[in-house]
């Protein structure tokens, strides 16, 4: 269902690799990525092996360079098709997303619920950072900075207490965007 290319030049040139399943060490098969095309399902990809690292989401498109993907450097080591790819599809057809964040760890102090895109967060949330969220519908994707740049996270249907369990290393968010494509 989900596949997806990487290229070690810019431009879709040079050696690439094909990949349909989640890879968990990919410097065996390239030793830089400068583009990405994925032709089908939704992608993380990581900067690190073994999904660590900054993660990138990666959905059905061209990527001609790593700044494309919002990326730091032409550094991908692992991938991931994410496991709910079938509940994007049903998410897409349904488009319910739903998601809480919280001030404080734990589900604690000010909350407050979306179910659209804030490209700037501090357009209603006074807070800059979010210390817990709790999707109840849809996946999301947290970004570092508004305007949907910077470090990325998903978040899939679930609770998350503290912010290292989406994957950050702080809790500073600045945007947040709705996955509705693949």
Same mark, same amino acid.
């Given at each position: ?91 897409? *057809?349904?488009? /319910?997303? !739903?998601? @809480? ?12 619920? %979306?179910? $659209?895109?804030?490209?700037? *967060?501090?357009? /209603?949330? !006074?807070? @800059? ?12 994707? %947290?970004? $570092? ?38």
């Amino acid at each position: 269902m989900g596949k997806i290319y990487f290229y070690e030049d810019k431009n879709f040139q040079g050696r690439y690799y094909e990949c349909s399943s989640d890879c968990p060490e990919l410097s065996s098969h390239f030793s830089r990525c400068n583009s990405i095309r994925v032709e089908g399902g939704a992608w993380v990809v990581y900067e690190r092996p073994q999904y660590m690292g900054y993660q990138y989401v990666l959905l059905k498109g061209e990527y001609p360079s790593y700044q494309s993907w919002n990326g730091f450097s032409e550094t991908i080591r692992s991938c991931c098709l994410t496991a709910n790819t079938c509940l994007i599809l049903m998410f897409k *057809l349904s488009s /319910r997303h !739903r998601i @809480r964040i919280f001030e404080r760890p734990d589900f604690t102090g000010q909350m407050t619920e %979306f179910s $659209e895109d804030m490209p700037n *967060l501090m357009d /209603r949330w !006074r807070f @800059r950072d979010i210390h817990s969220a709790h999707v109840h519908d849809g996946i999301w994707v %947290f970004y $570092e900075h508004p305007n949907y740049r910077g470090r990325q996270y998903l978040l899939e249907k679930g609770e998350y207490r503290r912010h290292a369990e989406w994957g950050a290393l702080n809790s500073s968010v600045g945007s947040i965007r709705r996955v509705l494509d693949i």
